[in-house]
């Protein structure tokens, strides 16, 4: 995938024309207003694919993007995007609720498919992720209902956080073999997000059955992010989920996973990792075991040799001579 637009190369008075076709590309069909068309306008939009969603990345001079009814009848597939304002503030007006202010940091929800007023004024960026709606699971009004109450969620900052992430290196991920895994897991956590922002009486029977679907990923997520705490304990995790330990044991269980088995292989190959990286061949292996959550050097080194067939310290002379072979072993 390459840049669906940078007007850096443009004649000023090709930009106008050349924003409204690249954002046809890119998301909606949409009126799209210019904050002051009397001066050069800029933009650089870009969209890459990932697996059934795509990352969509806009920065430019001040605008208004404007679907009416009339151009919302016209699209066949729903599309929902979950963007993280990077730059300047985000306004959106959409369906009955009064006017979303959104600060640079945080996530709105917008349905594309539908009628919408989105703008920002002065230098603007955001970043977001566009789902097909027949991807996410989820009955269109629950959707619509969760769009206007994100941040109700308790997972509103993961994954503004992930969103943030995407659209801050998409090349990379996108490219790397892993990416039908994240794409996944992507929508997997946008789908829980949903889920549990609409979570009513009216939908509980919907958003109950999406969410225990999603547990498990919730649970993935948070573990990775607390791999570091030598107090991640399984007990632990199930108080955050607000579930039973046994329960804990069971989702973990149907999924074929050890749970304890699983987060020592997550800390052996981050530690793994650190100790073939070349910025820590002065570091520590202790510093290193330590920041993988493991306080028992003796105990982290005889994990690592029954993983792996060699010491930590084995492991890093072996792949220092490899990489400058008359440089002495640190």
């Not at 979950?82 to 300047?88: I, W």
């Not at 640079?104 to 703008?119: I, K, N, Q, T, W």
């Amino acid at each position: 995938m390459a840049y669906v637009l940078d007007t850096a190369g443009l004649p000023a008075g090709d930009r106008v024309e050349a924003v409204h076709t690249a954002m046809m590309y890119a998301s909606a069909p949409c009126h799209v207003i210019h904050e002051d068309p009397a001066r050069p306008v800029y933009a650089r939009m870009g969209v890459w694919d990932l697996g059934d969603a795509n990352i969509f990345t806009h920065r430019s001079s001040g605008i208004r993007l404007l679907r009416t009814a009339k151009l919302a009848r016209q699209d066949a597939m729903p599309v929902i995007a979950l963007s993280v304002q990077q730059r300047s503030t985000g306004f959106l007006e959409q369906g009955r609720a009064g006017p979303f202010v959104c600060a640079r940091g945080e996530l709105l929800g917008v349905d594309l498919s539908a009628a919408y007023d989105y703008s920002w004024s002065g230098d603007g960026a955001a970043g977001c992720l566009q789902i097909p709606v027949d991807r996410l699971g989820l009955p269109i009004d629950v959707i619509r209902s969760a769009l206007g109450r994100l941040p109700a969620s308790p997972l509103y900052r993961l994954v503004t956080t992930h969103i943030t992430a995407l659209s801050q290196n998409p090349d990379r991920i996108t490219s790397d073999q892993s990416a039908a895994t994240v794409a996944a897991a992507s929508i997997d956590l946008c789908r829980a997000l949903l889920a549990s922002a609409a979570r009513t009486d009216r939908h509980s029977s919907a958003t109950r059955a999406v969410l225990a679907e999603t547990l498990l990923t919730q649970i993935r997520a948070y573990v990775r992010q607390n791999l570091s705490d030598p107090d991640l304990t399984p007990a632990r995790i199930a108080t955050t989920h607000n579930i039973s330990l046994r329960h804990l044991y069971k989702l973990c269980a149907d999924a074929g996973l050890s749970l304890e088995q699983w987060i020592i292989t997550e800390r052996l190959q981050g530690a793994r990792h650190d100790l073939l990286t070349p910025a820590n061949r002065t570091r520590p292996i202790a510093a290193i075991a330590r920041a993988w959550g493991f306080r028992d050097p003796t105990h982290f080194t005889r994990r690592f040799r029954a993983r792996y067939n060699s010491t930590p310290s084995q492991l890093r002379a072996s792949s220092t001579e490899a990489r400058t072979p008359g440089d002495p072993v640190l």
